[in-house]
C-alpha cells in the first residue's frame, strides 16, 4: 500500500490567461465536455489511490467546494424527474472522496499556497496537482504513474514533458542526468528561465508527489519570479537534503489554463465519449465556417 494518501489542490489563481471566462467562475470549474476541470482532477487522484483532497483556495472560489458538497434540493429534483442516470452521477461526485478545504488569504505563489495545507498534510508524502493540467493516459493514471516512482525510490517525484525550446520560459525546468530506469535524476531546477538560461528541454507540468521535507524549505523560501513564493525554488533547495527524480509519464497534456489549450481538452474529451463521438464527427464532416 502506498503511503501517498493525500493530495493538494491549489486552486486559487487568477486564471488571467482566460479571462473573460474566468472572470466570476474560478478557473477549474471551466467545463471540459460535460464536467468541470476540477472533476477530472480529482478522479485522477481516486483513481490513483489518493484518499483525501486538500483545496487551497481563497474567498471567491466557494463554487470549487460546493460542486463536491451535497445538493438536497437538486437531488430532489431529478427524484421527481426519476432521471436515475444523473442522480447516480451527482451522488457520485458528491461521494468521490474526503475534501478539506484551507484557505490562502493572499496570493503569494504557488510555493506559499502549497504551504498553507502543511498542518492538515502532516509528516507524510503527498502530491500536488495543478488544476490547469489535463492528462488523459490510456494506461496508468498520470498521479498514479508517479506514485509508483515513490514508491520505489522514497524521493520526491516531478511530472515532466518535454516541450519546444520557445515554450522553456512557461515552466519550472529541470537540469537531471538520465538513469537507466528511465527516470532523470534531477540536479537543478530553474522557474521559467529565458530560453538561453533553460537547463534543458524538461518542463514540470503540474504533477508532483513530494516528501514532507518540503515544507520545511517553503517555510524560508524567498519571494522569486514574479515576486512570487515559487515551489521551483523549494525544490531546488530540497536538492542539498533529499533526491528528487523526474519522471516522463504516458499520457497526453492539456493546458487548461490557456484558451487553446482549453478549447483543444474540450474537443479531444468530448471525442473520446462514445455517446457524443458520433455526433462530433458528423459535425466536424459538415463543418463550413461562414
Ligand atoms: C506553475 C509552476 C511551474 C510549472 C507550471 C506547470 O506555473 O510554477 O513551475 O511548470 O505550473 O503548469 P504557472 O503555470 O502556475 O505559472
Known sequence: MSKVKTAVLPVAGWGTRVLPATKSIPKPMLPIADAPAIDYIVQEAVESGIKHIILVTNRYLRAIEDYFDENPELMHILEKKNNQKLLQRIKSIENMVR?????????????????MAREIVGNEPFAVMLGDDLVWSESAPCLKQLIDVYDETSASVLGVIKVPACDVSKYGVIAGELQENKLTKVTGLVEKPAIHEA????????????????FDFLETTLPGKGNEIQLTDALEALLSAEPIYACEFSGVRYDTGDTVGWLQACIEYTMRRPEFAPAMQ?????????
Not at 200 to 213: E, W
Not at 282 to 290: G, I, P, V
Open 99 to 115: 475534501i478539506s478545504v484551507v484557505r490562502q488569504p493572499s496570493p503569494r505563489g504557488l510555493g506559499h499556497a502549497v504551504l
Open 199 to 214: 537547463p534543458s528541454d524538461l518542463a514540470v507540468i503540474g504533477r508532483y508527489v513530494l516528501s514532507p521535507k518540503i
Open 282 to 290: 458528423e459535425y466536424f464532416q459538415k463543418l463550413q465556417l461562414k
